[in-house]
């Protein structure tokens, strides 16, 4: 079964681009209900084919697919402007507009029931190089805002649209009617794009590395001078120290408190000798006068 979008030329060419509103609705519904055009995946397409509830919801802003919309009234006068919408086409044909309006349409035929949100978009005119460039090497999109879409095709389902920006030439006089497209980024999610998987010892083991060989290049000297020596030198300088000896940051010989030397014994045989003969004075003269006193 063919499927018949507002956008289809086939319809248009039946009808024309006028009877879309008027038409539209009582013909899609009896082509998909049309036997001969049945097809056993259809019955999405028969339920909505019978038309939404009567009520429907504007919103003035709208979250999906990653993106926050804003109508261009609601975007009026603030710092940010999400206004901007682009859909892909048929034939790799990119379709840049601005979102005006925004309503949310309700289906109770068939189980479950439905819900379809449409974006009302006024769209810039995409043909090549007339009210669209693209630059060949770096890929820059360029619309031109003077020149608008010339078919009768505003109405957008919400879920195949993403987001854009344009941005003027400020300081391009030439350009004052062109603006660069540029595409929003999803809100709330993160995109990794050529992602390592490396671990992380291995990036702190190339570091170490690098760390040494820098360093090892400051010990160098820079002239390349090195100072030459005689190894029988430092032989030489070995054997001086001879058995026993001991450098002046060696340890010193703990002293024997049981070993006294020859000095020692000369000064105590001495200072004993001395005592010894001061008494026997002292006694002889204690003789004497008890002598001369009896």
């Not at 429907?56 to 603030?78: L, M």
Request: with cysteine; glycine share 6%; charged share 30%.
């Amino acid at each position: 079964m063919k499927v018949i979008t507002l956008s289809d030329s086939y319809f248009v060419a039946l009808y024309g681009d006028a009877a879309v509103y008027p038409m539209f609705l009582v013909w899609f519904r009896e082509y998909v209900h049309n036997p001969l055009n049945y097809d056993p995946n259809g019955q999405f397409l028969r339920d909505i084919a019978w038309g939404p509830d009567g009520k429907v919801r504007k919103f003035s802003k709208y979250s999906i697919n990653g993106y926050r919309f804003h109508t261009k009234k609601f975007s009026k006068g603030k710092k940010t402007n999400n206004s901007g919408v682009w859909v892909k086409g048929d034939g790799g044909v990119d379709y840049y507009g601005v979102l005006h309006e925004i309503l949310e349409l309700d289906y109770h035929v068939g189980c479950p029931k439905k819900k379809l949100v449409l974006f009302q978009c006024k769209w810039y005119d995409p043909t090549p190089r007339l009210g669209t460039k693209v630059h060949p090497q770096y890929k820059i999109v360029e619309i031109k805002r003077t020149r608008k879409y010339g078919l009768n095709d505003p109405f957008v389902i919400a879920q195949n649209v993403k987001q854009v920006y344009y941005a003027p030439y400020p300081l391009c006089k030439n350009k004052s009617a062109w603006r660069v497209v540029i595409k929003t980024k999803l809100v709330g999610r993160v995109v990794v794009e050529d992602a390592l998987d490396v671990a992380y010892h291995n990036d702190i083991s190339s570091v170490e590395e690098r760390v040494d060989d820098e360093l090892a290049g400051e010990l160098q000297h820079n002239e390349g001078l090195y100072e030459e020596f005689d190894p029988s030198e430092l032989r030489l300088n070995v054997h001086d120290y001879g058995e026993g000896a001991s450098r002046a940051n060696d340890e010193e010989d703990p002293i024997d408190e049981n070993k006294i030397s020859e000095e020692e014994l000369l000064d105590e045989n001495k200072t004993s000798d001395e005592e010894e003969s001061m008494n026997e004075y002292e006694i002889s003269d204690k003789e004497e006068l008890m002598n001369d006193y009896e």
